[in-house]
């Protein structure tokens, strides 16, 4: 019997809040381990590695820990690390290197990991799905997501557990229980706003006037604007961008016409500047669509469409939730044009060099 198309990408998207659940008793569970490993490991600095979307994994990540733990933090490609060791390893102090793979298999990271303790690194964390992955074994501490094991090629469940993970750790190695609490909020919230935006969202996705996808969002939000890019352009093959939201001002919203969808993952630090831009490319006769904790369409510059979060959380903690609803969407316009998101055209679930 042949397998039905897209299932298991379905099944991930739609399944990941337990994952998140799951993940957080998992990792809450072992919350002195934690506080140790950081205590007494001790780093002035933190860089998060990977490659697609765990690379943008690692954007969101660098900002959310230097903004919770005040440690400088950064992001780069696991391939920088490896190709280009004297100039992304520059910085001679205590560095804690986080290797992020959903199979623990990639072979960038796992030469980015031995790149790194060849030239005297000592310290590094993994975050992973697979307890028995080389990743694992090749560290002394990890945290590993298993309940978000996936099948299909595409990441979806996988990205954003594997992100709160990072998140967690970084509540616990600051000691702020209030964030800890708001993480541990995420499942409920998660639920509801993926309840109440999928009618919607498959609407979106099955619209045939829509070429072209533009994803924004400033600060930590851009990484998850470069996640939400890819999920379209694996599955449904769309063309889709992703960019700072104000940089779009800078030659990209010349492609903005009848035919664009701009989806804008709107932050409380930068929105007085950010609805201004929406209701610019509104004028270009693009259709615009906002997710953001609370706004009516008019109040946030005339937009199309809103996804509303109603959260209650802060900035940093409530981006996950915008996870969700986009992965859908890039979902949903596969199956529109009778593609399989389970298996994107050229891609593998492990790259091997």
Same mark, same amino acid.
């Given at each position: #019997?042949?397998?039905?198309?897209?299932?298991?990408?379905?099944?991930?998207? #739609?399944?990941?809040? %337990?994952?998140?659940?799951?993940?957080? +008793? +998992?990792?809450?569970?072992?919350?002195?381990?934690?506080?140790?490993?950081?205590?007494?490991?001790?780093?002035?600095?933190?860089?998060?590695?990977?490659?697609?979307?765990?690379?943008?994994?690692?954007?969101?990540?660098?900002?959310?820990?230097?903004?919770?733990?005040?440690?400088?933090?950064?992001?780069?490609?696991?391939?920088?690390?490896?190709? !280009?060791?004297?100039?992304?390893?520059?910085?001679?102090?205590?560095?804690?290197?986080?290797?992020?793979?959903?199979?623990?298999?990639?072979?960038?990271?796992?030469?980015? =990991?031995?790149?790194?303790?060849?030239?005297?690194? *000592?310290?590094?964390?993994?975050?992973?799905?697979?307890?028995?992955?080389?990743?694992?074994?090749?560290?002394?501490?990890?945290?590993?997501?298993?309940?978000?094991?996936?099948?299909?090629?595409?990441?979806?469940?996988?990205?954003?557990? #594997?992100?709160?993970?990072?998140?967690?750790?970084?509540?616990?190695?600051?000691?702020?229980?209030?964030?800890?609490?708001?993480?541990? %909020?995420?499942?409920?919230?998660?639920?509801?706003?993926?309840? *109440?935006?999928?009618?919607?969202?498959?609407?979106?996705?099955?619209?045939?006037?829509?070429?072209?996808?533009?994803?924004?969002?400033?600060?930590?939000? !851009?990484?998850?604007?470069?996640?939400?890019?890819?999920?379209?352009?694996?599955?449904?093959?769309?063309?889709?961008?992703?960019?700072?939201?104000?940089?779009?001002?800078?030659?990209?919203?010349?492609?903005?016409?009848?035919?664009?969808? =701009?989806?804008?993952?709107?932050? +409380?630090?930068? #929105?007085?500047?950010?609805?201004?831009?929406?209701?610019?490319?509104?004028?270009?006769?693009?259709?615009?669509?906002?997710?953001?904790?609370?706004?009516?369409?008019? *109040?946030?510059?005339?937009?199309? !469409?809103?996804?509303? /979060?109603?959260?209650?959380?802060?900035?940093?903690?409530?981006?996950?939730?915008?996870?969700?609803?986009?992965?859908?969407?890039?979902?949903?316009?596969?199956?529109?044009?009778?593609?399989?998101? +389970?298996?994107?055209?050229?891609?593998?679930?492990?790259?091997? /060099?």
């Amino acid at each position: #019997m042949t397998q039905e198309r897209g299932i298991h990408t379905y099944r991930e998207i #739609m399944g990941q809040f %337990a994952a998140w659940e799951a993940t957080l +008793d +998992d990792l809450l569970s072992q919350k002195r381990r934690l506080e140790r490993f950081f205590q007494e490991e001790g780093f002035e600095e933190v860089v998060f590695t990977g490659c697609g979307s765990s690379y943008f994994l690692s954007l969101v990540a660098a900002a959310a820990f230097q903004t919770i733990t005040g440690i400088r933090s950064s992001a780069l490609p696991a391939s920088e690390i490896f190709l !280009y060791p004297e100039r992304s390893l520059m910085h001679k102090g205590a560095i804690l290197l986080v290797a992020v793979s959903r199979s623990g298999e990639t072979m960038e990271t796992l030469k980015a =990991v031995k790149t790194f303790r060849g030239r005297g690194g *000592e310290r590094v964390l993994a975050i992973t799905c697979y307890q028995e992955s080389a990743l694992v074994k090749s560290v002394s501490f990890s945290l590993v997501a298993r309940k978000a094991e996936e099948k299909s090629v595409v990441q979806t469940g996988s990205f954003s557990t #594997m992100l709160l993970a990072a998140q967690l750790f970084a509540a616990i190695a600051a000691g702020r229980a209030d964030y800890q609490i708001e993480l541990k %909020a995420l499942p409920t919230y998660g639920t509801r706003v993926m309840k *109440e935006s999928h009618p919607f969202i498959q609407r979106k996705a099955e619209d045939e006037r829509y070429a072209q996808f533009f994803f924004l969002g400033s600060g930590g939000y !851009y990484g998850l604007a470069c996640e939400a890019s890819l999920k379209m352009k694996e599955m449904s093959l769309s063309q889709a961008e992703p960019f700072h939201s104000l940089e779009f001002r800078h030659g990209p919203k010349s492609m903005v016409d009848e035919h664009s969808l =701009v989806i804008a993952l709107l932050s +409380d630090s930068a #929105m007085s500047y950010e609805v201004p831009l929406l209701a610019e490319l509104k004028g270009y006769g693009g259709q615009v669509l906002a997710l953001v904790e609370r706004g009516s369409k008019d *109040e946030l510059g005339g937009v199309d !469409y809103v996804i509303p /979060l109603h959260s209650g959380l802060s900035e940093l903690a409530r981006g996950l939730l915008f996870m969700p609803p986009l992965q859908l969407l890039g979902y949903y316009r596969a199956m529109a044009k009778g593609l399989n998101p +389970d298996r994107p055209a050229h891609l593998d679930p492990v790259v091997r /060099l």
